[in-house]
């Protein structure tokens, strides 16, 4: 019996995943790799975080999405599950639009990181 818990995201880009455990200071791996559950199932996914008690936290490829997984039994990450799926998915926004932008030649001008979590981004194009 499977112990695993499939996080359904939206998550699309590994490029803009990774850079967005990166901001959040989540050490990961990425590849073909092995998520480590209980009793030493494991299933295939991307992207894993290894928690150093053997079962891991992974994103693998739905068809559609990244969908996040993990043994919630198990779960040793700084915040709630609903915290870190929350805080992965605003910082991999935050590097989508910037990279979305960029390749339709706007620039970021100016970022607010406000009181609430949210973040105003200010972006520009010149036409010329």
């Known amino acids: 019996m499977s112990h695993f818990t499939q996080i359904k995201t939206r998550i699309r880009n590994l490029d803009s995943l990774g850079k967005a455990l990166q901001d959040l200071n989540i050490a990961y791996e990425r590849g073909v790799v092995s998520i480590r559950g209980y009793q030493g ?5 991307s992207v894993v975080i290894r928690q150093e008690n053997g079962h891991d936290v992974g994103f693998a490829w739905n068809g559609q999405d990244y969908e996040m997984i993990a043994d919630l039994a198990f779960w040793k990450q700084p915040w709630s599950v609903e915290r870190f799926v929350g805080k992965v998915q605003q910082r991999y ?14 620039n970021l001008t100016s970022q607010e990181n406000r009181e609430d979590g949210t973040v105003r981004l200010v972006l520009q194009r010149w036409a010329g």
């Open 41 to 45: 199932e494991t299933r295939q996914g």
């Open 93 to 106: 926004a935050y590097h989508t639009v910037l990279t979305e932008s960029a390749q339709k030649g706007f």
